[in-house]
């Protein structure tokens, strides 16, 4: 991107990224600061209960060991709750490890001399722990506190996939749209941020440290009124933080957390974080708020099918767009059925019943997984059926998303319906996957059927001559809840039914993957071309 | 006055004694230098006196109460302790430190104030110029006055010093030597004082205890121990110095 347009790019984004930054600094602050309320203590406890040392140590580091996003998922298990709650829960525990640590070495740092006179001179044991002990551990501590912080500002990115906002959120979007701006929009400053929140604790421990000091009145005076400020500098920075956030939340359009908007006249539509979600969540946005009165709070972007699913039952969101063959296999745990119109009443009867929450009319487009090779390939292979690629599967190398290689429907049962056996198989992300077929990285993909790369990169969909791919046909799935409270939802969202066959979705699709196009924008400007967005006479 | 009667003290049990079955009176006002090679238990005894050791029998008494029955943290609070490792805190000032007792009684800062610096002018430290300091500003002998003025500070009856100027070059023990001798006249504390150097228990002791695995050998002022030794053990203890000096006269 040129310089210029990198700088338009940033600026008309501006206002977002000084509220992602707000909700970052808060996230990496409380989670920071509930760490040290906690940490502190435990690594005290751990320094003078000899027999808890070991244990508290260990339970501690483990911790530490759980990757960041089964962190999250297991927490989300356990909290039933997206947002910023179960990702501060996440932030802290990682932030623990480096401040017990250090309260644990400092305190057994202290001089064994001086702890001597300070028993002998008659400290009781409480003050000798204040007065001497954690004094003489504070530079240990403070290191730890550092560390912890970097730490977290480094995790809290990954706090947007469970919808909790933060500069996260641009990385996100920009790995579902496979859009590198955004990225470094969302990675750039977490690692300024990262080093400025680094930069005040140290300024602050700085300021902490009493030593006289030393050369001309000058300096002197110097020290004296940077000492202050310094000091105040981590907490200026979460307080700017806040302001950052309420200043933008308001103006902004979907903060991610704050005034809680679980209120009747909200109705908060979630996604998944691909790009085809993002547009269906958008479409579904403009159309409620051209014609209800109601307010529309987007929680897009959330990391996967699981975690929306368990948004919409606990509530935390009132609407996404979901698959029904996703539904069928990866949610009720059921068989596919071949057949749409029975696949769509069997997760509808099936919803209301186990979740409470309904399947209004499919937008009319399936997209279902397409076993996929390059064009030339197919060319000059003969390939036109899954069927074909048998004789030659051993000598091809695959590249599937991670939820195919696990999901019955993915990969497990389509080996076996086919007998497929590829030479190598490859974790990729959704986003990569395209890219990697076109480098010649992989031969053989599981592209989605309404993916608008499949043009642009030259690819050819073997058609699923088995049939083994169930139908997965897109739907709003709303909370019966909301629906009963606000009935005019049905025949708004029913105003999408049936009008994105596979063909439109892709050229959708295509515009914001290829095109760099906003979703918003693509979804209005769709809908504005339908006449959708006109009041009902 | 302090008095231990039949005390022992044992780390493993029974097995070894550190201190065994030691009685022996401290005058009031006395200097008592307690004398002996490492390992003897003369620092041992000492942290009986205020309770930072707990002995396995006898009884220790202080102005005729018997210790085991107070509070540990008063008790330490009325008696001075200079400590061999000085163990000044490092990151208070001088006179923070030295007026660290008097804060633990809850005095009042001014007053604190007024204390540490008349403390810091009777170790010889100019408060003007090292109240405000931190020790690690200070010399090895700087450092040891600041340590003995702490243990003054709540104006003590009795002081208990562990070997304090065991670290310092000879000059500067020397010096703190003549003037711990011209403090204890002015200041008439009743001094517990621990060496291993027979010169410094000879030169500041008013009595002189001489232990050796645990045991007293003898209890006496400097001519008994040097006329009349009780033991073989302190015969041989000061004939080698002895030896040592006329060698060395013979030098010269």
Not at chain 1, 466 to 477: H, S, T
């Amino acid at each position: 991107m040129a310089g210029d347009s990198w700088i338009a790019f940033v600026s008309e984004r501006l206002p977002e990224l000084w509220l992602r930054t707000g909700e970052h600094l808060m996230l990496t602050g409380i989670s920071t600061g509930m760490a040290i309320l906690i940490g502190i203590p435990l690594g005290i406890c751990a320094a003078r209960i000899w027999w808890l040392r070991g244990p508290l140590i260990g339970v501690v580091g483990i911790l530490q060991t759980i990757p960041s996003l089964a962190m999250l998922a297991i927490l989300l298990a356990l909290f039933q709750k997206i947002g910023a709650t179960p990702a501060i829960i996440a932030l802290t525990l990682y932030a623990l490890l480096p401040i017990v640590r250090n309260t644990l070495t400092g305190l057994q740092g202290v001089s064994p001399a001086v702890l001597e006179a300070a028993r002998g001179i008659g400290m009781t044991s409480r003050q000798r722990l204040w007065l001497v002990e954690i004094p003489l551990s504070m530079p240990m501590i403070v290191a730890g506190i550092r560390t912890a912080a970097v730490v977290s500002v480094g995790i809290a990115t990954l706090s947007a996939f469970i919808g909790a906002g933060g500069l996260g959120q641009f990385i996100n979007r920009g790995l579902a749209l496979s859009n590198t701006d955004l990225i470094l929009l969302g990675a750039i400053p977490a690692a300024v941020l990262a080093l400025i929140v680094d930069g005040s604790i140290a300024a602050s421990q700085w300021a902490l440290r009493r030593k006289r000091s030393r050369g001309s009145r000058f300096r002197a005076a110097i020290d004296r009124t940077l000492r202050p400020v310094a000091l105040a500098l981590p907490v200026v920075l979460i307080v700017a933080g806040c302001f950052a956030y309420l200043s933008m939340g308001t103006s902004s359009s979907n903060p991610a957390w704050g005034p809680s908007a679980a209120n009747r006249h909200t109705v908060r539509i979630g996604t998944k974080n691909f790009t085809e979600q993002l547009i269906l969540g958008e479409l579904m946005a403009q159309l409620i708020e051209a014609h209800t009165d109601l307010r529309v709070e987007r929680r897009f972007n959330l990391g996967g099918t699981m975690i929306c699913h368990s948004a919409l039952k606990s509530g935390e969101i009132d609407l996404y767009p979901e698959y029904t063959g996703t539904a069928l296999t990866a949610i009720l745990k059921q068989f596919a059925i071949a057949d749409p119109d029975r696949a769509h009443e069997t997760v509808a009867r099936e919803y209301r019943r186990r979740f409470s929450a309904d399947w209004l009319r499919p937008f009319g487009f399936n997209n279902t997984y397409a076993i996929t090779v390059r064009k030339s390939d197919a060319a000059s292979r003969n390939l036109r059926t899954i069927s074909d690629l048998m004789a030659i599967s051993g000598t091809l190398r695959a590249g599937f998303t991670a939820e195919f290689s696990e999901r019955p429907d993915g990969y497990p049962g389509l080996r076996r319906a086919y007998g497929l056996q590829f030479r190598e198989v490859r974790d990729l992300d959704p986003g990569l996957m395209y890219q990697a077929i076109a480098n010649r990285e992989v031969d053989v993909i599981c592209a989605f059927a309404t993916d608008g790369r499949i043009a642009a990169f030259e690819l050819q969909p073997l058609r699923d001559d088995l049939g083994f791919f169930p139908p997965y046909q897109a739907a709003p799935v709303i909370r019966t809840e909301v629906l009963e409270t606000h009935p005019e939802l049905r025949q708004v969202l029913d105003l999408l039914a049936a009008v994105l066959d596979d063909a439109t979705m892709q050229r959708l699709n295509f515009e914001v993957d290829e095109k760099k196009h906003r979703p918003s924008d693509i979804a209005r400007k769709f809908l504005e071309g339908r006449g959708l967005l006109e009041k009902e006479k | 006055m302090i008095s231990l009667r039949h005390v022992s003290k044992s780390f493993d049990g029974g097995r070894h004694f550190a201190v065994d079955d030691v009685s022996f009176d401290v005058r009031e006002g006395e200097t008592l230098v307690l004398l002996g090679s490492s390992g003897c238990g003369k620092t041992t005894l000492l942290k009986l006196t205020n309770r930072l050791l707990e002995p396995t029998s006898g009884t220790i008494e202080v102005d005729g109460e018997d210790i085991a029955g107070q509070d540990p943290i008063s008790l330490r609070r009325r008696i001075g302790y200079v400590f061999q490792g000085i163990g000044l805190f490092p990151h208070m000032t001088v006179a923070e430190n030295v007026a660290m007792v008097p804060r633990l009684l809850g005095w009042p800062p001014p007053q604190r104030r007024e204390r540490a610096h008349e403390l810091l002018r009777i170790v010889g430290l100019d408060p003007k110029i090292y109240a405000g300091r931190f020790p690690e500003e200070l010399s090895g002998g700087q450092q040891q006055r600041v340590g003995v003025g702490r243990a003054l500070a709540a104006d003590p009856a009795y002081l208990l010093m562990d070997e304090p100027f065991g670290a310092l070059d000879a000059l500067t023990r020397d010096t703190l030597q003549q003037e711990l001798l011209a403090l204890k006249e002015r200041l008439k504390k009743t001094i517990i004082f621990v060496t291993h150097d027979i010169f410094e228990a000879l030169a500041l002791g008013d009595r002189i205890a001489i232990l050796h695995a645990g045991r007293l050998e003898q209890i006496g002022t400097r001519e008994e121990v040097l006329k009349k030794p009780a033991t073989d053990f302190v015969r041989a203890l000061f004939a080698k110095p002895a030896q040592q000096l006329a060698a060395y006269e013979g030098m010269l």
